[in-house]
T-cell receptor, first 117, second 110 residues
């Protein structure tokens, strides 16, 4: 089946630094990718919709200058958490839609756990 | 806005059937999904159903959809300890982002 790969799976950083998380679709092209954030014991919250070659669409309450999203190719979207703070510690999950698929099924990455000290 | 609700916990004994329920509010939902998340891991798609279907069966999993009541359920037959995880119900329209419920923690005791 289709695979979405996220890297890194775990990252620990110091407060004030920036962290980049990559989301790759390995065997399909994805014009649209979604970034979710999951707080402990909570559901997944949609942060933004990443569109290849254009600006991301952010959900209400998500700071676009804090969470920079770049979708430069049909197989790669990146999320950069800028000037990270402890409250940004979370599990970030991306999903990608197979542009050539019939059903519009979304495939999810394994997630990236960010811990900000 | 759209909302998806699930009960938070379910505890069953090994070998029993588990039924996880979900309600949603968006009447224009096209697809309804069940995802499984094991501790520290990402999401695994278990199954999905089109909104024009009433039921879908896949090995031990049975999904029932009552579109009139906007109610979705997932039945796991012969539940095993390896089924212990968080199960998320989600819905979307074709090509749009999924809206998730808060997840049901399934605990299976031997």
């Amino acid at each position: 089946g289709a695979v979405v790969s996220q890297h890194p799976s775990r990252v620990i950083c110091k407060s004030g630094t920036s962290v980049k998380i990559e989301c790759r679709s390995l065997d399909f092209q994805a014009t649209t990718m979604f970034w979710y954030r999951q707080f402990p014991k909570k559901s997944l919250m949609l942060m933004a919709t990443s569109n290849e070659g254009s600006k991301a669409t952010y959900e209400q309450g998500v700071e676009k200058d804090k969470f920079l999203i770049n979708h430069a190719s049909l197989t790669l979207s990146t999320l950069t958490v800028t000037s990270a703070h402890p409250e940004d510690s979370s599990f970030y999950i991306c999903s990608a839609r197979d542009s050539g698929g019939r059903t519009g099924e979304l495939f999810f990455g394994e997630g990236s756990r960010l811990t900000v000290l | 806005g759209e909302d998806v609700e699930q009960s938070l916990f379910l505890s069953v004994r090994e070998g029993d059937s588990s039924v996880i329920n979900c309600t949603y509010t968006d009447s224009s939902s096209t697809y309804l999904y069940w995802y499984k998340q094991e501790p520290g891991a990402g999401l695994q798609l278990l199954t999905y159903i089109f909104s024009n279907m009433d039921m879908k069966q896949d090995q031990r999993l049975t999904v029932l959809l009552n579109k009139k009541d906007k109610h979705l359920s997932l039945r796991i037959a012969d539940t095993q300890t390896g089924d212990s995880a968080i199960y998320f119900c989600a819905e979307n329209q074709a090509g749009t982002a999924l809206i998730f419920g808060k997840g049901t923690t399934l605990s299976v005791s031997s």
